[in-house]
């Protein structure tokens, strides 16, 4: 609750700073589990209301030993699309336990796992809609979840108002689950057949708001999924990912 009512209010105090705290001295394992599924990503789907970024990173107060408590911080990275928020949080725990694990094999080879997360600070930095104190209604400039950007999936603002008749025959795929208009469920059907009528991304906000259409311009790369068993090499540092996503998080990361 502590964390919701300061997220809440951010804005008006000028919050940057998150803590989380492991008060029942919970297993590491089982606090960093609740922290990525649950607690980091609340906080931050709260804070993306009416944002056009979050900017962030991660730090873990960590216990060695029982003795030394050192600080081991993640480098800052930007949340362009809340539907982001779970694998970005995932790829930043893992490289801090990365980092953690790489100092204690180095330091203390014979006790590498004697060390435990007490703590976790977690800095935000908001860029809000350019226009959410303007008089003005020109929707925000939208952007794609990560997923469907490192495809070059061509996409591009629909031009000029969509009339019903032309939406009952479009095909709408949306990143969120929302009630269709009664006009659009008669086209069910429709929508289904691949290359009948144009194809649309309804982009919705944290809040389920729409925000914007977009046309696709390529409908089979956007639909196609990635093959679970190939791996994506880092160049710099060589690692390997399955999922071509995690690589892009990586790379923002410096490796």
Known sequence: MGVTYAAAHEEEQRITNFILCNDHNRSTNEFLLD???QAIPQLLRLLFHDTARLHFRLSFYTRVLNETDFLFASSELTLEHHLDIRETVDVLILMLLEKIEAYMYACYPTRAADYSVKRIKIYVRRELNSNSSSLTHTPPKCI???QYRVKHTNAAPATKPISAKAAADANLYCFR?????????RAQQTWDRVGCGAHYIMLQSVDGAQQQLLEISNICRFLRTDEDDRVHTCSQCKANFTQRTKLQLHKALDC
């Open 35 to 37: 922290a990525g599924i």
């Open 144 to 146: 794609l979840p990560l």
């Open 177 to 185: 689950v929302c009630g269709a208009p009664k006009s659009l469920q």
